[in-house]
């Protein structure tokens, strides 16, 4: 019975796989992104591995004026932050509400898990985040095989309470950052990785 794909497709995977790469903000163009692609790349973040079948991961995509929204909660969160630990700085205040608008695509990354009867987990919470990571990971592989680049931004604003209460993230959901994309203003940068044999103990 014939059970793998063809050497072909399988070749092809291993290039999608070192083709995919991560940039910043500041390198990616103001190019708006076909919604079609957006769907496909979240058509494969579903099928991502999940204990239990939970399927936990949740998103939201921000294009177009949305992110005014969006860039208005992530100033919200660092005011609220900063304040509380005294660090605020009207400059930056500014520079997270225009933050929105430097990505022509947000997408934030949440976690609802799946619940027993009673109301409990059914997977531990740390089962769940894997399962939103390798869902990350398809939706990031299909992007850039599409020639998109992004970043998955896991701290500050990004996870902040006030912006998971903003994405309706209640627990015990969670929220575990925002992958931006868009095209790339730069060359396509060369990857590089050790050699994978030096990662690898075989037991025989």
């Not at 399988?10 to 796989?17: K, N, Y």
Request: with cysteine; glycine share 10%.
């Amino acid at each position: 019975m014939d059970r793998g794909l063809p050497a072909s497709d399988i070749d092809g995977l291993l290039t999608a796989i070192a083709h995919r790469r991560s940039l910043g903000l500041a390198r990616l163009s103001e190019e708006p992104v076909d919604r079609a692609i957006l769907e496909k790349a979240l058509e494969a973040a579903n099928w991502a591995p999940s204990n239990g079948d939970t399927e936990p991961w949740r998103f939201s995509v921000f294009t177009g004026d949305s992110r005014k929204k969006l860039g208005d909660a992530f100033a919200e969160a660092y005011r609220i932050g900063a304040e509380e630990e005294g660090r605020y700085r009207p400059e930056t205040h500014e520079a997270m509400r225009q933050r929105g608008e430097d990505a022509p695509v947000w997408i934030s990354l949440g976690m609802t898990p799946g619940l027993l009867e009673d109301g409990t987990m059914k997977e531990s919470e740390e089962e769940e985040g894997l399962a939103v990571a390798c869902a990350v990971q398809n939706l990031h592989l299909v992007l850039s095989a599409y020639g998109l680049v992004g970043m998955w931004h896991s701290k500050g604003a990004s996870v902040h309470p006030y912006t998971a209460s903003f994405l309706g993230l209640e627990a015990p959901s969670r929220l575990y950052g925002f992958f931006f994309c868009g095209w790339p203003k730069v060359q396509w940068p060369e990857g590089e990785r050790g050699p994978w044999e030096e990662k690898v103990r075989w037991y025989e």
